[in-house]
């Protein structure tokens, strides 16, 4: 008959390879970057001074601190109040990137080409902060009728929209419910199996 001993390093042993296989999985959560900029000052056409740009990227994983480089999205979508540049009808884009040591864009370009216009250079959206030392900013649209709207050194925010939960999060979560009901199991059956004092 096995002493307590013996049970209670079976137990803690039993379900530690399901454990690893868990804790081996990792999975790099994506995080949408949202950006709002301000309304256009200077309009013609379709854009009215109550447009603006603004819009979300989804990136792999979390931009790095002190980053300053081109950056490639798993999806993104931007709007100008009048048009929607989406990464599925795209014929050019642009995402450049600088963060500060906490990992904030301090400074960005981003410019979307729409693969839907019928204009050269048109069906645009553009959005740019440039480094301390220029201290300029745009924010540029133009569709398909040669309409437009910016404005210029009135620059939007980028905050963290969300950070989805990753893929094997409630896997693991489930894992560990089974690990807890098997362990519980292997105590109710050992403390029946044991003599009565």
């Not at 309009?43 to 979300?56: C, K, L, Q, W």
């Not at 599925?88 to 981003?110: L, P, R, Y």
Request: net charge negative; aromatic share 12%; with cysteine.
């Amino acid at each position: 008959m096995p002493s307590h001993l013996d049970r209670a390093v079976g137990a803690a042993t039993g379900p530690r390879p399901f454990a690893l296989i868990l804790f081996g999985t990792q999975a790099n959560a994506s995080t949408v970057y949202a950006y709002n900029g301000l309304p256009f000052t200077n309009v013609e056409g379709a854009y009215t001074d109550t447009n603006f740009v603004s819009g979300s990227v989804t990136l792999a994983s979390p931009l790095t601190i002190n980053l300053d480089q081109v950056v490639t999205p798993t999806a993104f979508s931007f709007s100008d109040g009048v048009q929607t540049i989406t990464s599925n009808a795209v014929s050019f884009d642009i995402f450049e990137f600088q963060t500060d040591f906490f990992g904030n864009i301090v400074t960005w370009n981003v410019f979307l080409q729409s693969s839907e216009c019928q204009v050269d250079f048109g069906c645009s959206i553009e959005t740019t902060l440039e480094p301390a030392e220029k201290n300029d900013s745009v924010n540029f649209a133009t569709n398909q009728s040669n309409s437009f709207g910016f404005n210029t050194n009135q620059p939007g925010q980028w905050t963290v929209a969300a950070t989805p939960l990753p893929g094997a999060l409630p896997l693991f979560a489930g894992g560990l419910s089974m690990i807890g009901l098997i362990a519980r199991r292997k105590r109710q059956k050992n403390a029946s199996a044991l003599p009565a004092i």
